[in-house]
């Protein structure tokens, strides 16, 4: 009895040994650098995604463009589809505006054409109508 009590316990110590050093072997394999911080997402710039920051080339500086920017919706919506809006920024003689689409990863510099026209390659703001054109197809348009 004597003996078959020691081999248990001998056995529970081995296995034991052997579970701590699993779990040490897991430690170091998962750094804590590589886990993503929440906050911690600033892009080349130095905006912060999350806080809804984005780098404007126009202000030189990062803007919340639900906040600073005028918000223009897409004209054809199809139903149940999520409304995702663009959004246009103006320097500040109106010379030139900043047009940031949903579909595009960086934002456009359209220069002022005439009074009330923007336009950049096949793009057209009209700032009176308040219409985003791409190759004379009204996409966005602002609510007024």
Not at 50 to 66: E, I, M, N, P, Y
Not at 78 to 101: I, M, T, Y
Request: net charge negative.
């Amino acid at each position: 009895m004597k003996k078959q009590t020691i081999i248990t316990l001998s056995l529970v110590a081995l296995l034991s040994c052997n579970t701590a050093q699993k779990s040490k072997q897991t430690i170091e394999s998962s750094p804590a650098d590589t886990v993503a911080l929440v906050g911690a997402d600033k892009d080349e710039h130095g905006c912060k995604g999350s806080a809804g920051f984005t780098w404007s080339q126009l202000k030189q500086d990062c803007v919340r463009l639900f906040e600073a920017g005028e918000r223009f919706n897409p004209i054809n919506v199809k139903e149940g589809e999520a409304v995702q809006s663009a959004f246009v920024l103006w320097n500040d003689n109106r010379s030139k505006a900043e047009l940031f689409l949903p579909e595009n990863e960086n934002s456009l510099i359209l220069d002022k054409t005439s009074d009330t026209t923007y336009e950049y390659e096949n793009y057209k703001l009209d700032a009176v109508k308040k219409i985003v054109s791409k190759d004379n197809v009204h996409l966005y348009r602002a609510e007024k």
